[in-house]
T-cell receptor
Framework: DVKVTQSSRYLVKRTGEKVFLECVQD?????MFWYRQDPGLGLRLIYF???????EKGDIPEGYSVSREKKERFSLILESASTNQTSMYLC???????????FGPGTRLTVL | DQQVKQNSPSLSVQEGRISILNCDYT??????FLWYKKYPAEGPTFLIS?????DKNEDGRFTVFLNKSAKHLSLHIVPSQPGDSAVYFC?????????????FGTGTRLTIIP
């Protein structure tokens, strides 16, 4: 079974803090994704990575950056957290050449 | 512009009856569609998918129907069970060969009434 883990289930940060969200997958998947889920808006893609050291902007990249130094790990960085970044953050991975993405349990981030 | 739409934010169905969740899309380049199920405080899990070369795909109690001319797909769950209570997202892709991002709908919260 594919396992995608995220470093924290719940996180509370203050406005202006730098925030790191970590995601690790154990199935040697090339592709990894970061989404945020908000009520009434569904899942929106922030950034994705086709392979190590590669990154592509998704639909809502503003205020975020990512890092993919190792194949199994994909980090989402909020450079200066703001209250409108309070959300559920979901990481996913996918085997290259397939469509099914496997999701982690999510991190609920609250920015005060 | 929402390219994948789930117009019903919520749906309540009696246990044992059929649940029908609907999804519409606007981009004619989409050719692969997936349904995900999400419980609170968990990540979405893959449920069932369909390629545009088919109009129906079945897996146990779950069937997905695709109407390409109407740009509409639906997920049928029969019989509905209490454990089916969750949020369901449909998603679309422009290729069934991977390397394409998924576009998700806004979700429908299904509640099964015992």
């Amino acid at each position: 079974d594919v396992k995608v883990t995220q470093s924290s289930r719940y996180l509370v940060k203050r406005t202006g803090e730098k925030v790191f969200l970590e995601c690790v997958q154990d199935m040697d998947h090339e592709n990894m994704f970061w989404y945020r889920q908000d009520p009434g808006l569904g899942l929106r893609l922030i950034y994705f990575s086709y392979d190590v050291k590669m990154k592509e902007k998704g639909d809502i990249p503003e205020g975020y950056s990512v890092s993919r130094e190792k194949k199994e790990r994909f980090s989402l960085i909020l450079e200066s957290a703001s209250t409108n970044q309070t959300s559920m953050y979901l990481c996913a991975s996918r085997l290259q050449g397939t469509d099914t993405q496997y999701f982690g349990p999510g991190t609920r981030l609250t920015v005060l | 512009d929402q390219q994948v739409k789930q117009n019903s934010p919520s749906l309540s169905v009696q246990e044992g009856r059929i649940s029908i969740l609907n999804c519409d899309y606007t981009n004619s380049m989409f050719d692969y569609f997936l349904w995900y199920k999400k419980y609170p405080a968990e990540g979405p899990t893959f449920l069932i998918s369909i390629s545009s070369i088919k109009d129906k795909n079945e897996d146990g109690r779950f069937t997905v129907f695709l109407n390409k001319s109407a740009k509409h797909l639906s997920l049928h769950i029969v019989p509905s069970q209490p454990g089916d209570s969750a949020v369901y997202f449909c998603a679309a892709s422009g290729s069934n060969f991977g390397n394409e991002k998924l576009t998700f709908g806004t979700g429908t919260r299904l509640t099964i009434i015992p």
